[in-house]
């Protein structure tokens, strides 16, 4: 069966040029043009992605994101916006989006982001077990959970695979390609900082010092080292 697809976008030629070219390439697409719309059709329907405007009309991208993960729907999204800051990058990473692109955007990256979107679902996690601990941060690996300092840290799904991947390559240098490639399942060649945000995301809820990492350390120019 096709892909169904939910494009929750409000400018008009975008959503016909998005609509013929997703369909064009086998998607089974239906649209929404307000966030109250789209976050309707999202919790009651049965799709296989949805991709999400960040500035909707009455009620923004982030707040339909929101509540569809308070209400535990966990259709994958992918957010589309115009905003360059990297502080709303994180925020829609926070709140459960598994990737962003930012506009204007190609739409061969675009569907290089779906496939890879919808390759992590059907494939699921891979099976881990054990517990890994580092300064005050207990990560159950077979429960997917997170504590620091006895608390709970709510992860984003690619947050948790991001952050276990770094744990079972302990010590490595990663590039920011090999993050992409093997946590996004992106293609090696595709430039996009979506590692940092998510890298950025994590340091702000697992380093003490969010300036000054001690555990998820940048290598200048080369990418990443985990030394929790």
Known sequence: MSPRVLLVED?????????????AEGYDVDSAETGEAGFRM??????????LDVALPGRSGFDV?????QQRVDTPVLMLTARGQVVDRVLGLKL???????????????????EAVLRRR???????????SFADVRVDLRRAEVRRAGETVELSSLEFKLLRYFIEHRGELLSRRDLLEHV?????ALQTRTVDVHVASLRQKLEPHQAKPEHIVTVHRMGYR???
């Open 42 to 51: 999202a919790r009651d329907g049965s799709f296989d992605l949805i991709l």
């Open 184 to 188: 996004w399942g992106y293609p090696a």
């Open 96 to 114: 459960g989006a598994d990737d962003y692109l930012p506009k204007p955007f190609d739409a061969m990256e675009l569907l290089a982001r779906m």
């Open 11 to 23: 400018e008009p030629g975008l959503v016909l040029t998005l609509t013929d070219r997703l369909r």
């Open 122 to 132: 059907r494939s699921g996690a891979p099976a881990a077990a054990g517990i890994y």
């Open 226 to 228: 985990f030394v929790g």
């Open 65 to 69: 994101l929101r509540d569809l993960r």
